[in-house]
């Protein structure tokens, strides 16, 4: 469902006359290289502004939300916004500081190493609240969530590990030296972000009755829940072929500026999609998984109610 993809600057196809010249032999392909690179830029930037749409969205609709949440959203915008910066600068230096200067594409800038970092805060700050999500209808089973909490810590150490290893050689030609280490955080993060999602859905189809009204109501978040999460699967998919397909080209990086946004845009999907769902439920139809998480944070105590569902939505988005 989400998945956490980290990886070092792809090597571009450089061949050296001497160990004391950058420049190059023959000539680089800036089509498959920096060109690829600004296209991706492109991309960020479009969902960028698609994500401050939905921020925007959210703090019109849901002014009553809890100020944690406010902040939270507020923080992963942030952070996203200077991903944004980095990889604009990083861009503007290849494509237009050094313009003609072959020798500089040969050397990478501190925003491009850093820029892989700012993805993966946002990813895990997006992965655990999802998983908050699955501590709910878990009925809060402690080793389920140590076991997933753990794989995603996992591959944020493994990410912040790299990008401090590639911010000391800033040279491409030896950023290979790390596919290993690439590959291992591939497997955790596809591995853990798969469980994420089996693990809604299941939880979501056990909580289906033979009430039509409450069916209708889990099948429209099962749409989302698979909804959010199938693009993000789609786009990492993407970065972990073209990586392994063209490991010489900025294919896998280009696309890898949009993954984050692809985490952040679907938290705020899911959080402004609680009015509609909220207006499909009624305090006699929900399953007992809904329930009993309702009315423990129900004031009244008295049986489940359509405040202490929004309630419910704006603490553990549901």
Known sequence: MFLQLHFPRPVPQFHFTSTTSAMPESTIDLDSTYGAMFIGLLFACFFQGVLSLQVYHYYECYPNDSGWMKRFVALIWALDMVHL????????????????????????????????????????????????????????????????VLGCLTTLVLDITMTAMLAIDREMNKANTFSQGVVAVFSIGAGIDVIIAILMCFYLARSMSDNERTNAVLSRIIQYTVGTGLLTSLVAVACLATYLLQPASFFSIAIHFSLGRMYTNALLATLNSRKKLKDSITHDTLPPVFADALISRSQEGSGTTLSSIEHKYVANDV
């Open 85 to 148: 910066y980095l990889i604009s600068h990083a861009t503007y230096y290849y494509l237009v500081s050094n313009w003609g200067n072959p020798s500089a594409l040969g050397n990478a800038t501190l925003e491009l190493d850093l820029h892989m970092l700012f993805i993966g805060l946002a990813t895990i700050l997006c992965q655990l609240f999802f998983l908050q999500r699955v501590w709910v209808f878990s009925n809060r089973n402690i080793y389920l969530m140590i076991f997933l």
